[in-house]
């Protein structure tokens, strides 16, 4: 019988995927629970497991959008597997070119040069093509033509005319394409490939964010060297003791949430006509997999320790990257970090992740001479940016949220430790 495999539903919110590679060909011999497809949605990209063993059957493309619950392929569960014994026949074929098949190709071959008129013995050859003659005419556009190329502003030297005697036509000024620039003598090839569900979704929601909030961005600067001396001093042994290393992402973290408390209204969402807050801090952490930009969530970000928030953005970031991420994984967030420092980044404007209403952007740290009590100093600086939808956040809260981040990493120990690094790490 043959088994028909569905597109089981990665999500509640999530109604159609894309299918993004067959690992198995049509024809083949599966195993139950082998990996037979990678399917993306719009928040991530899944493994799609045969749920039997069989002769696999393909009903669906490489690329074909496929609606939940849409059969992708059949399964035949009462086929024999053509692997088992097929070395015990993989001699007993004829031999190609012996007996009667040798002549029959002969046979062929005469018949070939029969039919063929260059091969004849009168050395007749097929007529050729007239080759079309230079007039004055060749390369010159129609009335029709120059008046679109003048349009597009090309040049008609540029342009290899389809009519009579290389004339320019009308059809071809409409094809023509602007010159790159004068040609070089490196490659020029080009090539196309279809964007995935995933990263049309990113697409769409970057666009809808621009269009449907009314985003802006405060920038301020954080002097890290704070961080920097704590880091130097406990990070070998917080990471003896946790197996995960004091990163920066912990600190701004633990900053996050103490300004989002701070400061609630940044910490909500318009449904609406109604502004929705919340008395959680669920934190999206923004990295970069094999498919595009995706979007883990800490979850209750409030509660967790320094060594809390480095084992789970230790643990997404490893899933993202393998590409063992899920779509719950991903659902939800009421607020973003993103780190295009670790890139290079000096400054960028980061966009609202929505339905979130702000952002945090954190960029590279560069020792940058600054003012210390009246003394000219190198200290390690970074850039921050928060960008937020100004509907329900106003220039006053995002303002004072970033300077409450920034004086959370500026004195780590009295802001973010209670006084006692010690017992914030748990060493």
């Not at 063929?116 to 390369?139: C, D």
């Not at 704070?226 to 912990?250: N, Q, W």
């Not at 780190?339 to 590279?364: C, D, E, K, Y």
Request: charged letters at 30%; a negative charge.
């Amino acid at each position: 019988m043959a088994l028909e495999m569905k597109v089981p539903s990665p999500g509640e919110s999530i109604t159609e995927v894309e299918i993004a590679e067959w690992l198995v060909a049509d024809g083949d011999w599966v195993e139950k629970d082998q990996a037979i497809a990678e399917v993306d949605s719009d928040k991530a990209t899944l493994e799609l497991p045969a749920e039997a063993s069989g002769i696999i059957t393909l009903k669906a493309e490489e690329g074909d959008a496929v609606a939940v619950g849409e059969v992708v392929c059949l399964i035949d569960t009462e086929a024999a597997n053509p692997n088992e014994g097929s070395k015990d026949v993989e001699n007993s074929g004829p031999t190609m070119g012996g007996g009667d098949e040798g002549g029959n190709a002969g046979d062929v071959a005469k018949e070939m040069r029969k039919d063929n008129p260059e091969s004849k013995s009168t050395g007749e050859k097929a007529p050729q093509p007239e080759q079309a003659k230079e007039t004055y005419a060749s390369g010159t556009p129609s009335p029709a033509a120059k008046k679109t190329l003048d349009e597009k502003g090309i040049d008609p030297k540029s342009v290899s005319g389809t009519g009579r005697d290389g004339r320019i036509t009308k059809e071809d000024a409409v094809n023509a394409k602007p010159s790159m620039g004068t040609p070089g003598t490196g490659s020029r090839g080009e090539s196309r490939s279809k964007l995935s569900m995933l990263r049309r979704k990113v697409a769409e929601r970057l666009v809808s964010a621009k269009n449907e909030t009314a985003m802006l961005t405060t920038f301020n600067e954080a002097d890290m060297k704070p961080i920097f001396d704590l880091r130097k001093e406990y990070k070998e042994t917080f990471k003896a003791k946790h197996g995960v290393s004091l990163g920066f992402m912990s600190f701004f973290t633990k900053a996050v949430v103490r300004a989002l408390e701070m400061y609630p209204a940044v910490n909500s969402m318009i449904d609406g006509k109604e502004m929705i807050s919340y008395d959680f801090a669920d934190i999206s952490i923004a990295v970069s997999g094999p498919k595009g930009l995706m979007v883990p969530v800490i979850r209750n970000a409030e509660n967790l320790s320094f060594r809390g928030v480095e084992q789970e953005v230790k643990r997404l970031a490893l899933r993202a990257r393998d590409g063992d991420i899920t779509v719950d994984e991903m659902t939800g967030g009421t607020f973003t970090i993103t780190n295009g420092g670790v890139f290079g980044s000096m400054m960028s404007t980061p966009i609202i992740n929505p339905p979130q209403s702000a952002i945090l952007g954190m960029h590279n740290i560069i020792e940058r001479p600054v003012v210390v009590d009246g003394n000219i100093v190198a200290r390690p600086m970074m850039y921050l940016a928060v960008s937020y939808d100004h509907r329900i956040i106003d220039g006053k809260e995002s303002v004072g949220f970033l300077v409450a981040i920034k004086e959370a990493l500026e004195d780590p120990i009295n802001l973010l430790m209670d006084g006692d690094v010690k017992k914030a790490l748990e060493l």
